[in-house]
């Protein structure tokens, strides 16, 4: 099983689909980036890894839905209604529309997911964190209004994590119940492994739930860095990790794990010679640049898991 963010996680599952074509391959999927926007229910993680998986991403960008058009957000602009800075394509308001309709209705997110994905057929059982709403927030000091929170899209998005995050909070996580399904998956796994996705808005975000740390620190846990010669592979985890006194390394990811919590750590060959107390570590080629690159990661990741077990055996 996996827990996973957005691109990065996604891009994983999808070589770990092809790596381990005969396994039942879980994954926690993270939801503290969700966000209403037009009266819709918004979770770009989950949809990412349902998109990716299923065949209808937009390979270029990593997100959004492949042969997008965007004549709503054209006629929404045309109101002066925002905000422009999210774009949501036409194909991906059917999902969020679908979504929003069946929370309406009752049904928890984790029956919501289960049911857009029999639509996509994604290989993999994706389930929610948690059915309660969390979402990130972040403290910035605002040239113009002072210190405020702002919602980590509007961040993230908008000003390009360009303002330093003064701290990044997953508000409402606290109080969170990890969703049915999540903690059962957590123990019938033969190992839990972390993509390389944001070690702290994503897997971070997972793991801050009551119960779901615990849950995979009693499991055989390797991860892939995120973090390729001291930057991000993709995106700006670099501002999120300084955000919580982390350094921008393979290294330092690892220890702010901890060897509580992970067990094996994939590091790409730029990083070859990193040690971290407590944690096994290897290197090899990280960049996923296609899926049978993915697949070849995937499977170092399997090969480590495999002789953390004979090891402990």
Known sequence: MALAGGIGG?????????????????????????????GLRVCPDLDTVMYTLGGGINEEQGWGRADETFTVKEELAAYGVGPGWFTL???????????????????PLSAVTEALCDRWKPGVRLIPMTDDQVETHVVIDDPDKGRRAVHFQEWWVRLRASVPAQSIVPVGADDAKPAPGVLDAIRDADVVLFPPSNPVVSIGTILSVPGIRDAVAARTVVGVSPIIGGA???GMADACLTAIGVETSAAAVAAHYGPDLLNGWLVDEAD??????????????????????????????????????????
């Open 89 to 107: 394509g036409d194909r991906d308001f059917a999902t969020h529309i679908v979504r929003t309709q069946m929370l309406a209705a009752g049904y």
């Open 10 to 38: 996604a891009r994983f599952l999808r070589g770990l689909r092809l790596a381990a074509p005969d396994a039942e391959i879980t994954v926690i999927g993270n939801t503290g980036d969700d966000i209403s926007l037009f």
């Open 232 to 234: 991000p592979v993709r």
């Open 272 to 313: 070859a010679g990193v040690e971290v107390p407590g944690i096994a570590v290897r290197s090899r080629p990280l960049l996923m640049t296609d899926e049978r690159a993915a697949a070849a990661i995937a499977e170092a990741a399997l090969d480590l898991a495999r002789e953390l077990d004979k090891d402990a055996a």
